[in-house]
């Protein structure tokens, strides 16, 4: 995945989240990025983030799926998940989305490194209530992970709607941090003779795997065909 | 990926990590495990993790490679990192490693689902001081992320070993859950004229991509090879 474009621009454009104290990066600040654009570019490439949130016992890191919709993520789960719950009473909450690029070899150990690109979202959850947003908000959670799906799958009905927990985070105060590129060496290590470089990564998607219990002449519908 | 061999075994094996009340799920326990050879398999296939800790303005989580030792996994960066300086002080931290395996499409939106593997450690770390341990450990570092490398590469010296944090953190409070297999639908659903099943998620490494300033006559190293 090409991320050099997000090298080395300024952060002046319309749509950027002004940066706070703690979305303003000490190291590296070249690699900091508050451009919306960008920040969303991120946040739409996945759907699984990191919730974290803080307990009397200590910090708690969980994966959940997550959408974006406009200016809010969208989280959701059973309601007696308790890091939904705690998380609707509106502690602050850290929402991290990683994407893992490329691993960095370098000619020395020290200066191996990692391309990544990592959006982390600061603020506190509200819940949305209103079973006719709720309903809305998880079609637009299937339709941020699978687009397309919703026109085919059973909506929530009134009973399953009310047995998930949906909570909106503003995308208010968040940071975009990116590395691209080959080694940064110490000069006099261009001469080892040590291959270097970049081992990129690439998640792909597919074959399908057919539920045991699918009628088989249901075919794959078109949203689903690319990942064959 | 398969997972099943990961369901319905039971917690019994001699290197069962003993459950805690913040390790024993309430939800779905059946996807939790306790089992070192399981939790390691899951660490093991990873190096880059998601910590979390608590500041005074609430959670901050942040992804940064990883690499476990035995019993502990080890934790490094620059000196000058927050994440690490305040890991160092011994408050509680939370380390999750996720490896996300699929998606589960299922005849209704509701019971769409994930496939994946996450472990969760609580712990404290601490820091790793002295200079010929701290080699050692960022020697097993690089070792975790692509074995061989370190014969190849040019070792840390020991102003590069100061210039690095290394912080250790026990396995000893940890949990592992997973998801396999294909949608759980509600009875009547089956009957829906909608395609469902398991939409498999792979991440390949490769093709390597020299360094600009690579001598061509460097050939890729064996360890490097199966990445081509």
Not at 74 to 92: N, Y
Not at 111 to 137: C, L, M, Q, W
Request: glycine residues 6%; charged residues 25%; contains cysteine.
């Amino acid at each position: 995945m090409d991320t050099s474009t997000y090298h080395n621009k300024e952060a002046t454009e319309a749509r950027a989240i002004p940066p706070t104290p703690r979305t303003t990066l000490k190291r590296h600040p070249e690699r900091g990025h508050v451009e919306r654009e960008q920040i969303d570019a991120v946040l739409d490439a996945a759907w699984v983030c990191h919730l974290g949130i803080t307990t009397d016992d200590g910090p708690v890191v969980i994966p959940t799926s997550y959408a974006r919709r406009g200016d809010e993520l969208l989280i959701h789960g059973s309601p007696a998940s308790r890091l939904l719950r705690s998380s609707a009473t509106g502690i602050p909450i850290c929402v991290t989305v990683t994407h893992i690029d490329g691993l960095v070899l370098a000619r020395s150990t020290y200066h191996h490194s990692v391309n990544y690109r990592s959006v982390v979202v600061f603020g506190r959850a509200t819940e949305i209530t209103d079973p006719a947003a709720k309903a809305e908000a998880l079609a637009a959670f299937v339709e941020h992970v699978v687009p397309g799906r919703t026109a085919d799958a059973r909506p929530a009905t009134p009973r399953e709607v009310k047995g998930t927990k949906v909570l909106s985070v503003p995308l208010a105060e968040a940071s975009l941090k990116v590395r691209t590129g080959g080694p940064s060496e110490e000069p006099d290590d261009y001469e080892l003779p040590v291959w270097a470089g970049v081992l990129p990564f690439t998640t792909s998607a597919g074959p399908l795997v057919p539920d045991d219990r699918l009628d088989p002449s249901i075919p794959v519908p078109d949203y689903l065909r690319a990942a064959g």
